[in-house]
């Protein structure tokens, strides 16, 4: 499922690819993607001509200004986007095509259509769709951070995942944060002590910073990601036994060992 780390690839590959350059045509092959009351032909009409303006990422969502309106993209669980040729097949789950001036094609690919596209018709209505989100996870701040936890006590991996607290994690970051912070998933917010919450803080900016320049959770054998889903996975740091379990009704990896479970 894309979280921060993919949606900055897909703002690099939006950046790279259309800023500065005019949209000349504007294909959709499934409206089902079109979400907000957006139609197909609304779509057209506002992009039109459009000339393309420096992307935001904020949390998972991807804004491709210009001129005028802004597209908000969310991935869900299986949508892309690529900068291709337009000669290029379209394949099956192409739902959105968006030529260029300079002959290139931006698509917008998604097999299970969870989320798609808004279309906002100028700056006030970004903010009114992200009205939700929490600070976006990329600059949250150890302050941010600390307020984000400081709610409803709950278990911690549900907070971060909550993205009206922090807008960008998804499982496979939460669960390398923890793991590299050796904090359980389900440790209560109002249990953590003033270590634990700095090793948080710490290890959320490194898993980040590095997962954002590989373009993804990398999947390293030093890293919990490079053995989660192996059926015996060892912790790459103690060599323990992997634990699996439902943590906020996700998938959950730890390390029983460095991560222990709270203790009534």
Known sequence: MPELADV????????????????????????????????????????????????????????????????????????????????EPTAPHDRVLLGLDDGGQLRFRDQRKLKGLWLAPDPGAVDRLLADQGPDALSLTRQQLDEALDGRPRQLKATLLDQSRVAGLGNLLTDEILWHARIHPALRTDRLDRGQHGRLSRSLRQVLRVSVEAGRVPPRRSWLTGRRDEPSGACPRCGTTLSHGRVAGRGTVWCPRDQPAERP
């Open 8 to 87: 900055e690839a897909y703002r690099r590959v939006l950046d790279d690819c259309a800023t500065g350059r005019r949209i000349t045509g504007v294909r959709v092959t499934d409206a089902g993607v079109l979400r907000g009351g957006l139609t197909a032909g609304r779509l057209r009409r506002s992009l039109r001509d459009a000339r393309v303006k420096p992307p935001e990422r904020h949390g998972k969502w991807l804004i491709m200004h210009t001129g005028g309106p802004a597209v908000l993209f969310h991935f869900g669980m299986t949508g892309r986007l690529l900068c291709v040729d337009p000669e």
